[in-house]
């Protein structure tokens, strides 16, 4: 009997997050302050954030970082998760290549989202927080920050982006479940909001314009941090626990992977299942090849500049080296919302100016289409972004087909799509379109950012 699944026994679970930027030959370039163009410290991003959080944001000392006993314990409820070798999907797509996926749509929210949410609210509430804030686009962020806050007993708002609170309704009813405040984002309750609502009276609304909203609550409320769910360095520091227990599991199963592929959004659950291995990389051992899959219809990893520039549409945040498309770009309205954000993580922008890993874009269709394939031969149903690193992954395997090549590709399963089911209801009735970006919309937008990096 082939065995198929590999789980770790509870000592064996890591204890430490890895932190990429202390291995790194080129360190990310630091956030700098819009007004005074000067590299931020610690204590200037603790306004913000848990201040804890704030120190691992610039650590580019540390390589291993350890994890709370109150953080190792919560996540004791759910992990290890799965590491799963898809035989029927290699066996449907008739390839020589072992395919493995980490499951990590398996815990009570159905994404990677929480594996950051618990550690944020677990500092939030040593340093005194009272109240947790923060945007969310499809919504598997606010339902896990809704969820470790309940636990941690801290207050929660969360601004959701205006479109994907209509495309996934449920979301917001699973916020409220676990507590939380929901407010459809451009909304009239901040400043940044009336703005955005003037000028566009329409705006579907975005991430960029929901962290403004989010980032204006929690310094004009005592108190009150935000919380980011991907983009910066602490958080893919917390999703690192996904790959080092994939090494373990990998190890497992007598394999180690030549490739490895995650979705892209702002770059948590790629860093997580990635960084661990790609230490192997810097050090010289291995060669893995490693792959972000972007939708085509927001391709910042392929088609973006790398410039500082906002981590918003209103310019509240720190400015931020990254790939980005520029902070007023408004991506077409995907079904895959997770993955609708202008600019990618600053450790992951310098590694792939340096060449360690890269980006494919893949249109909508194609995605669904992998979603439904890996949906009939596995029988879990992924969220709409994870189908973009399924697709992926097929691609590679299907090249393998032609080589003969019996490569070994391990993907990221981000979460599962059970409450993504309309947009599945539009693939299936054919409503679904691809949209790809024109030259011209990347340069109208990039072109408008400040020439900080000549
Ligand atoms: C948020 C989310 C993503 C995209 O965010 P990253 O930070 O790039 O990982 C991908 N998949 C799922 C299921 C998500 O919830």
Redesign the pocket.
């Known amino acids: 009997m082939k065995q198929k699944k590999f789980i770790l026994a509870e000592n064996e679970l890591p204890k430490q997050w890895y932190n990429i930027q202390a291995e790194m030959p080129n360190k990310p370039l630091p956030p700098i302050n819009p007004q005074t163009k000067e590299p931020m410290t610690a204590d200037d991003l603790s306004h913000i954030f848990a201040r804890e959080c704030s120190i691992q944001e610039l650590d580019q000392t540390h390589a291993w970082i350890d994890i709370p006993e109150e953080v190792q314990e919560k996540y004791r409820f759910y992990r290890s998760t799965p590491l799963v070798r898809a035989y029927a999907l290699e066996e449907a797509l008739g390839t020589p290549a072992h395919i493995y996926f980490k499951n990590?749509?398996v815990n009570p929210l159905?994404?990677?989202?929480i594996n950051s949410a618990l550690p944020q609210c677990y500092y939030c509430k040593q340093e005194g927080t009272t109240n947790v804030t923060t945007e969310t686009?499809?919504g598997?962020?606010g339902a896990?920050l809704s969820y470790a806050a309940k636990i941690y007993g801290l207050e929660c708002a969360v601004y959701q982006v205006k479109i994907t609170m209509q495309q996934k309704p449920y979301r917001s009813s699973v916020m409220r479940t676990f507590g939380a405040t929901v407010v459809g984002s451009p909304s009239m309750s901040t400043r940044a909001g009336k703005d955005i609502i003037t000028r566009d009276p329409l705006h579907p609304g975005s991430l960029g314009t929901a962290i403004s909203e989010a980032v204006e609550l929690a310094v004009t409320t005592p108190n009150c941090k935000y919380t980011l769910?991907?983009?910066l360095n602490h958080?893919a520091l917390h999703?690192t626990i996904i790959g080092l227990e994939a090494e373990k599991q990998m190890q497992m199963a007598g394999e180690y992977p030549d490739v490895v592929i995650?979705?892209?959004?702002?770059?948590?659950?790629?860093?997580?299942i990635a960084f661990p291995f790609m230490r192997h990389n810097l050090s010289g051992e291995r060669h893995t090849e490693f792959i972000?899959a972007e939708p085509e219809s927001c391709p910042k990893l392929t088609r973006g500049k790398f410039q500082y520039d906002f981590g918003d549409t209103a310019g509240y945040t720190p400015l931020l080296p990254m790939y980005t498309l520029g902070h007023q770009f408004k991506p077409a309205n995907i079904h895959?919302?997770?993955?609708r954000?202008h600019g990618a993580?600053m450790i992951i922008s310098q590694l792939i100016k340096d060449g360690y890993m890269h980006g494919v874009d893949i249109p909508q269709l194609e995605s669904f289409d992998a979603g439904m394939l890996f949906a009939r031969t596995e029988g879990i149903i992924p969220?709409?972004?994870?189908c973009?690193?399924i697709a992926a992954a097929i691609r590679e395997a299907n090249s393998c087909k032609k080589t003969g090549e019996e490569k070994v590709i391990l993907f990221n399963l981000?979460?599962?799509g059970l409450i993504d089911m309309p947009s599945y209801e539009q693939y299936l009735s054919g409503e679904l379109i691809n949209y790809r970006v024109s030259d011209e919309e990347i340069e109208r937008n990039v072109s408008q950012l400040e020439q900080i990096i000549k």
């Open positions: 990590e749509s159905g994404s990677h989202k686009g499809a598997q962020w896990a769910g991907s983009v958080v999703q995650a979705c892209f959004g702002g770059g948590s659950n790629f860093a997580g972000a895959a919302g997770g993955l954000y993580g969220a709409p972004e994870s973009h690193a981000s979460g599962h």
